[in-house]
């Protein structure tokens, strides 16, 4: 069922949309978009509307209006992109008020700001200014009660549940915690903006020593990581396995590897993949995953009923040790197990895990190998 939006007539040529919540308003942007029809002539986005400008020669608004209205917004935008580490000094001027704010003190702020990841909603207010949600629920801050005249260029700053880092030198409103010398709006790049949409940031804290030897435009930005399957649930540990590392005992390396080796085998082998590729090892079942692209997966091993719900709305029963082909949006879920312990994930063309001594087994006592798999990860082939 379509969601019931609001349109508003702003000058002769543009509709503001006025919609529930940023999750809706960005799932609207990305779905016109999507359509590409010709009389778009910009979209601007906020937290909860969108501004669609138009070309009065190639459409209407009341026809515009009704081809908005009849969009599916129920299947939410999930949006992802490279990963940036930005440099902060922090020295912000409400630093301590906003820490007394959130029941913290400066250094706990500033390891729970550090530890957070943001991810960018969308741009405004100006040239390169990108609001930005967090993973960190705490990090809730009003607005100053009276808005400075002058921040300056690279304040990083919080206001309401967003963040921000102020591209130049502008009044603002915001709670200023540090400072970054990394410039956010650059004619000189080729992409003037530094933060895009979907993109992520995380935050290190440097001294002020490093802030005034930093070298303009010197930033770690990391390979842009391509999500496949998104983990919904899963209630009990699970792992990156294959066969493990053999001939290293000598070295006290115990081999480790896929409990049930000949499951892990026999998932690789159901979507045509090396008998030693990557599955996950999932314990006892109670685990669900999202399709972010259409994909091939199996499951082998302990015996939990196999559930997929598709993109369609449709809900199906595949069958173990058998290719199961998921559409984009698509959830197969793996029940608690009836008999067995340990069930295989494998996915054609085999997961990416870092190796560690030839090998992405686990070994949880040792502590060797791949982060065990959790809720809200990313697993990619």
């Known amino acids: 069922m379509p969601e019931p939006l609001t349109f508003l007539p702003v000058g002769a040529h543009d509709i503001l949309v006025e919609l529930a919540d940023l999750s809706t308003t960005l799932t609207l942007l990305d779905q016109i978009v999507a359509e590409k029809w010709p009389e778009i002539t910009d979209l601007v986005p906020a937290a909860r509307t969108l501004m669609v400008c138009f070309d009065p020669l190639l459409g209407d608004r009341e026809t515009l209006m009704r081809r908005i209205a009849a969009l599916d917004l129920t299947q939410k935008s999930r949006r992802s992109g490279s990963e940036l580490m930005l440099p902060v000094l922090y020295d912000g001027e409400d630093l301590g008020d906003v820490a007394a704010h959130l029941g913290l003190t400066r250094e706990e702020l500033i390891t729970r700001h550090t530890a957070a990841t943001y991810t960018v909603a969308f741009s405004g207010f100006a040239p390169g200014f990108a609001y930005m949600t967090c993973d960190d629920p705490l990090f809730q801050v009003p607005r100053r009660a009276s808005p400075r005249v002058r921040i300056p260029a690279g304040a990083v700053a919080l206001g309401g549940s967003f963040s921000g880092i102020y591209p130049t030198d502008s009044p603002g409103g915001w709670q200023i915690i540090g400072r970054t010398p990394v410039k956010m709006w650059d004619e000189a790049r080729e992409k003037p903006a530094l933060l895009a949409p979907g993109g992520q940031v995380r935050f290190r804290a440097i001294s002020a020593e490093d802030f005034a030897a930093w070298p303009q435009g010197d930033i770690q930005i990391a390979p842009e990581r391509r999500r496949d399957l998104t983990v919904l649930r899963s209630d009990f540990p699970a792992f990156y396995q294959d066969l493990g590392r053999e001939g290293m005992a000598g070295q006290g390396i115990p081999c480790s590897g896929a409990m049930d080796r000949a499951s892990l085998i026999a998932a690789n082998r159901s979507v045509g993949n090396d008998r030693n590729a990557a599955v996950i090892e999932i ?26 719900d598709t993109a369609r709305g ?9 290719a199961i082909a998921l559409d984009a949006g698509a959830v197969l879920s793996i029940a608690h197990a009836k008999s067995g312990a340990r069930a295989y994930l494998a996915l054609r063309g085999g997961f990416v895990a870092e190796e560690v001594l030839g090998s992405v087994a686990r070994d949880t006592l040792a502590k060797v190998g791949p982060a065990p798999v959790k809720a809200g990860d990313a697993l990619e082939m």
């Open 283 to 308: 314990t006892s079942g109670g685990f669900s995953a999202r399709a972010e692209r259409a994909l091939t997966l199996a499951v082998t091993g302990a015996d939990g009923e196999l559930s997929l």
């Open 314 to 322: 449709e809900k199906l029963r595949p069958a173990y040790g058998q």
